[in-house]
């Protein structure tokens, strides 16, 4: 039930998809593709799914070389950004239709489809139509239509891109327990990098059609190999020539040698974190990260002269 | 801010309108026709020539409107769907009917299949098409041609593949999914294009008066007796045939919005 993309080109037109890129997702892992609008990511899962077909390059599921078979046959399910809920059809038969394809006995798919029903929450939902459903809902029932043929990877187009940002957090929170429970080798994409950190056990950090790193939330964060990767999945600030995590820029209110001058410009409240914006002598900007705490303690003001000491780990030339 | 006055300006202009262009003129083709009581009014349906009118006239709809509305989805759905050479040409020829004179329709089948056009030799083998059903149920084909495709092009483009797209991964095939997906997402329009289809078969007089010959009791539709009728001074009868037309019309379209969806009310 693992993935292994190999050397998967794609071009619409002019434009490169997708250059060359090899991925391999481990069965049971829960990997996220993560990258801005345009990275190539969307394509991949497509390209995994079957919906799109790769100029160059193969697709292994399950040890099984998929790369010519049609998305019917790759025992994949697919949950669209918008749902592709069949709109002619109440929640029920939404989440049996692939059942009723494979002509399984009607007893058999009442009974799973109750399940799943009460596995995403919607038992009281099964004879509405997706119209009377909130967006929420509507990706669940998706999600449970998907669940419902047992696919052997399940894969997820920006699952929540379309949701507001409370019922988002709820399904990322969702989705993760989900996993735990099903266990199906689960690849999903995101532009959101906080989805990707809190949901994922490996990412896979896109950009122009190329994969920049695969490891871990931890490891990505930690260690990445590029600015590209460093900058996307967190805080950056550049101070002289390297850039770095804003929460490693030290505040000192004394001058020290390894400390350079700068001016606060601004302070941002945001609750717990706390942004200081700074400019130093000859013009340059950057940013410290601090708790309120620490905020607190040095009674930092508006227009104050302090020192910032940068805290050599953690640091991408 | 539109002014409560206004409004019912509004209100008086669109019913003035659809009263005088509309109502008002099929009222008095009500009112002539029971003038004199139902008894002349049947007496001119019940003649041979008429019956046998109306029978053409449901016989080419019945022809005409199951083969357009099978090409009518085809159609519409090579158009959105597929990529492929000529894609614009075949979009700007389902419309061509909309934009040809009835009259100019008929002309070119008499040319096309009269003593000296390219299929004038299959009436040598006793194929009569000219002058016969053939050619009006072809000619009715030809005029009614676009409405399904008109009504199921922007609704399959606004749907999207998305729901298709998950029916291949649930496991449906193309056929599968064209007739568990895509032809009930789309019913509506389809729905809708046929009225439209059928209310121009019913209704169609100038190509088929042009290719009919206009043999009475043989190749003379409801239509074209209607016109007869009136140049033989039987306003009566003309009357009696047009509310018979007008009433099948509705009488379809209120079957079919008797069938409307439900939940896409919702």
Known sequence: MSIIATGISKRFGDFVALDNVSLEVPTGSLTALLGPSGSGKSTLLRVIAG?????????VISGEDATALPPQQRGVGFVFQHYAAFKHMTVRDNVAFGLKIRKRPKAEITDRVDRLLGLVQLQQFGHRYPAQLSGGQRQRMALARALAVEPEVLLLDEPFGALDARVRA??????????????????????????????????AVMNNGGIEQVGGPRELYEEPASEFVMSFVGPTTRVGETWMRPH??????????????????????????????????????????????QCWELELAVGQIVYVRPSAERVFA | MTSPLRRIGLRVIALG??????????????????????????DALSTPE???????????????????????????????????????????????????SPVVVGLSLFLLYGLDGWFGWLGDHGIQILFSLPAMVIATIFVSLPFVAREVVPTLREIGDEQEQAARTLGANSRQTFWRITLPAIRWAVIYGVVLTTA???GEYGAVAVVSGRLQGETETATLRVEERYESFDLAGAYAISIVLALIAVLVLVAMTAIKPKEEAA
């Open chain 2, 200 to 202: 121009r078969c019913l």
């Open chain 2, 17 to 42: 309108y659809l009263i005088v262009i509309l109502v008002a003129p099929l009222a008095l083709v009500f009112y002539r026709t029971f003038e004199d009581g139902i008894g002349p009014a049947w």
């Open chain 1, 170 to 203: 709820e399904l990322r929170e969702w989705l993760r327990r989900l996993h735990e429970e099903v266990h199906v080798t689960t690849v999903f994409v995101t532009h959101d990098q906080d989805e990707a950190m809190e949901v994922a056990d490996q990412i």
């Open chain 2, 50 to 100: 008429t019956v046998n009118a109306f029978k053409l006239t449901l016989i080419i709809t019945a022809i005409a409107v199951p083969l357009n509305t099978i090409f009518g989805i085809a159609c519409g759905l090579a158009i959105v769907r597929r990529r492929f050479r000529g894609k614009g040409v075949v979009n700007a020829l389902v419309d061509l009917p909309l934009a040809l």
């Open chain 1, 248 to 293: 490693d820029l030290e505040i000192l209110l004394a001058p020290s040698p390894d400390a350079p001058e700068a001016m606060i410009e601004r302070i941002v409240h945001l609750g717990f974190e706390v942004r200081v914006e700074l400019v130093q002598a000859d013009g340059e900007t950057l940013w410290a990260q601090l708790t309120s705490d």
């Open chain 1, 51 to 59: 919906l799109e077909a790769p100029d160059t390059g193969e697709i």
